[in-house]
């Protein structure tokens, strides 16, 4: 049998009935008795905790730290202002995908990457081949811990649990000028959901007890990793593994306005290569394909799919797929699933257009 890891709240899962399974390697909530779809609206009207203790955070620091990161990823590091964070990617030498990521500038020269847990190791082996020696490269993966409170009501919820002037940060934007029982507490306003929302980061040992004063609040309900899928299918966030790989490029992938960076970063030849175009399909009905089922164009095979679901606040089933560039601007298609066909027509991203991330809060 193979061991998973687990992360400091899995007694507190188990005793909220949790159904776990594997998930990266790690054993994670995929739903409580509630079940994903109540969990999954409950997000996008009030509040979702999520445990994800399970990504990976890594430190880089010291002198010449922007200008060696901005080489190793694809992140605009030059533009990008301490108290801010930014999406991106971290590629193979020919523009195809290891990672996603998100990096944050603590203050001019002193970074955290929070990485894919399923890509912990190896993306920390590469950036340590690919940074300057003189850097200070820190794994503090397993000394963090992670929530994530999102949904409409989440910063009302923050609020009552610990006083502060949350709703003046912008999206993606942060403070570590926070505490939690005595402890640092990093609030950034980010999320994967599409709502209104923030990612906290404590020091492990505080994490069981910020759960438990978070989902004290009758307004919190725990939440999944199933619920956690489907909130990011319908805004059109990608998952890695799924919908990002080496075999595909950020530009395919629908990322091509932000490599923005100037840095001769690794890959950059090839991110902007397109062969296939990530697409966003639309399905009758509740019946959702399958990762891998075949996309067809009459009765040519020009896709494949990456990621799909019913998606719960759309009311019908989506999918993303890669498809071939040349057929990616036809209006339908036939998703070739085990038991039947099922007809997709092209949809534009996001599936679900109400989402409050961007809310203006002040």
């Known amino acids: 049998m193979i061991s998973l890891f687990t992360t400091p709240l899995t007694p507190r899962h188990m005793e909220l009935g949790a159904k776990c399974g594997p998930f990266a390697g790690w054993n994670m909530p995929i739903h409580y008795p509630a079940g994903i779809v109540a969990e999954h609206l409950h997000t996008r009207t009030k509040a979702g905790l999520f445990d994800i203790c399970h990504m990976g955070e890594f430190i880089v620091d010291g002198p010449g730290a922007a200008d060696s990161l901005a080489r190793a990823v694809t992140v605009n590091i030059g533009t990008l202002k301490p108290g801010r964070c930014r ?4 590629l193979n030498e020919q523009g195809g995908i290891l990672d ?3 990096v944050y500038r603590l203050r001019e ?8 847990a399923a890509c912990r190791d190896s993306d920390f082996a590469r950036l340590g081949e690919r940074l300057d020696p003189s850097l200070t490269l820190e794994d503090r993966s397993d000394i963090t811990g992670k929530l994530d409170l999102q949904g409409p009501e989440s910063f009302a919820v923050l609020e009552r649990v610990l006083p502060g002037p949350w709703r003046r940060l912008p999206y993606f934007g942060f403070t570590e000028n926070a505490s939690f029982d005595n402890a640092p507490l990093l609030v950034s306003r ?3 959901t599409g709502e209104l929302g923030v990612e906290l980061y404590c020091p492990v040992g505080k994490v069981e007890k910020l759960w438990d004063r978070l989902l004290a609040d009758k307004t919190v309900l725990p939440a999944g990793l199933g619920a956690r899928d ?5 805004i059109g966030l990608p998952l890695n593994g799924q919908d990002l790989d080496e075999k595909h490029s950020p530009a395919e992938a629908g990322y091509s306005a932000m490599l923005t960076s100037q840095a001769n970063f690794t890959g950059r030849e090839g991110a902007l290569r397109v062969k296939e175009k990530l697409t966003a399909l639309r399905l009758d009905g509740r019946r959702s394909a399958r990762h891998g089922d075949a996309v067809f164009l009459q009765d040519k095979q020009v896709g494949t799919v990456t990621s799909a679901s ?10 993303l797929a890669y498809i071939n560039v040349e057929d990616a601007g036809a209006p339908d298609y036939v998703i070739r699933a085990a038991r039947a066909d099922l007809p997709a027509r092209r949809s534009e991203l996001p599936f679900y257009t109400k989402g409050t991330a961007r809310m203006t809060l002040m």
């Open 230 to 234: 489907t909130l990011r299918l319908e």
């Open 190 to 192: 980010t999320g994967y």
């Open 100 to 102: 996603d990521l998100i």
């Open 109 to 116: 020269d002193r970074f955290m990457l929070v990485v894919n």
């Open 310 to 319: 019913f998606a719960p606040s759309v009311g019908s089933a989506v999918a």
């Open 87 to 90: 999406y991106g990617f971290l």
